[in-house]
């Protein structure tokens, strides 16, 4: 990541939150890079290697092989996390379709992260911390139901783990992690198995 762009300024009408969203809102951010918004900051996320683009391809590929109708898969979605106040925009969101098309056409407002049903992130070298830390905690406090972290640059190795069972205290009650190379069962709605053995490191 980046440095901050803005920092919250609580002069502003004394409400910081809706001043970055409306900066964030407003932002012109370059091809390809991501704007999020953590702790009172604007942050710019760079463009990702081409493996990671090529994981996030694999995994919605898979992803809409076990799709009920009712549910899309979205890239560059921002989600508000509310309880804490951060907007991110994950590698893939899934999300009811029927929230998509209801979103106002007028407005670049992000979507509640509570809504979402599974959200996928993919570490970056320069990024692999917040993915485990900040937005493992972020997306548990949301009641996200399913993370998945993608994870080429863990300590033991490339990992991909799925957590589940969200605890307002921001942590997951269950993580089921693989190494990269082994299987690893998404549960329903998807019923699918990810197979990891592709994914390039």
């Avoid at 898969?73 to 925009?89: E, R």
């Amino acid at each position: 990541m980046t440095a901050a762009m803005v920092e919250s300024d609580q002069g502003s009408e004394g409400r910081p939150w809706e001043y970055l969203l409306r900066t964030w809102q407003e932002l012109d951010v370059p091809e390809g890079w991501r704007a999020e918004i953590d702790e009172g900051q604007i942050v710019l996320v760079p463009p990702p290697h081409a493996h990671h683009n090529g994981i996030a391809e694999m995994v919605q590929r898979l992803l809409y092989r076990g799709l009920p109708d009712a549910l899309g898969i979205y890239q560059t979605l921002g989600v508000h996390v509310a309880p804490l106040d951060k907007l991110y925009v994950p590698d893939l969101v899934v999300m009811p379709t029927e929230l998509i098309t209801a979103a106002d056409p007028e407005a670049s407002d992000p979507m509640d992260a509570s809504e979402a049903l599974l959200i996928v992130e993919i570490t970056s070298q320069g990024n692999a911390r917040e993915d485990r830390t900040k937005k493992y905690r972020a997306y548990a406090r949301a009641g996200v139901p399913m993370y998945l972290l993608v994870d080429r640059f863990d300590t033991r190795g490339a990992m991909t783990t799925l957590f589940t069972e969200p605890n307002e205290d921001g942590t997951y009650k269950r993580s089921d992690a693989v190494p990269f190379g082994k299987p690893l069962p998404l549960p329903e709605p998807f019923d699918v198995t990810l197979l990891t053995d592709g994914f390039p490191g």
